[in-house]
């Protein structure tokens, strides 16, 4: 399996312009990350910065997020919601021109948390929206379902959900974060066997307190050669809170190569 590291749960001991260096020196050639400005629109210098820091620590940005509002707040998204909604189209195009200039290739939308005026009729506009704009650049646009104990308003909470709403916008496909459906009690084996060929990412943390795969219930050794023998060949992002120091929750990883 090639893996990826997420930046925004990962060295996050450092500013995130020093990130994709403390990657690549920890041995990875790839990055992802959620949407890391503070609003949908940043100022061209910002772009440029977190552009510069990626190129010059030679990793590759191969998973990135549209604006999904303030997350530590407790935000989940933006493109369910009629308030929200104009946010996360003035977002689409920002995203997929700094995806497009680094050749990222997968784009997640969090689909947002339901509120008063949620409307499945607009997520799905919207959604159709970023994947039009997604597949300008050679793009896909993926969703993820989020576990309800600590998401208690998210309302996509499994990969049937997840799957209802992808088969209803075409160039879409299922971010399975194994961590989130772990929570969820999915059969994650199955789930590989029976759907890994709509799968347009994949990340990992283990269950129930998302640190690095071993620190938990997964059987992650056995996950991961499923998941190598089955039809998904693309990055597996690494999506954990490390338990101790970034640099030093790897050797999991080492054991398993």
Known sequence: MHYDVNLSILFTELPLLERPAAAARAGFDAVEMWWPFDGPTPADAELDRLAAAITEAGVALVGLNFDAGHMPSGDRGLLSSKATSQRFRDNIEVTTGFAGRLGCRTLNALYGNTTDDTDPDLALENLALAAKAAGGIGATVVVEALNSFENTRYPITSSARAFQVLDQVPGTAFLAD????????????????????????????????????????????????????????????????????????????????
């Open 178 to 257: 194994l961590y989130h459906l772990g929570r969820m009690g999915e059969d994650l084996s199955a789930l590989i066997r029976d759907h890994a060929g709509r799968f347009g990412h994949v990340q990992i943390a283990d269950v129930p307190g998302r640190g690095q795969p071993g620190t938990g219930e997964l059987d992650y050794p056995s996950l991961l050669r499923e998941l190598a023998g089955s039809p998904y060949q693309g990055p597996v992002g690494l999506e954990y809170r490390p338990v101790g120091p970034s640099e030093a929750s790897f050797g999991w990883l080492e054991a398993m190569r």
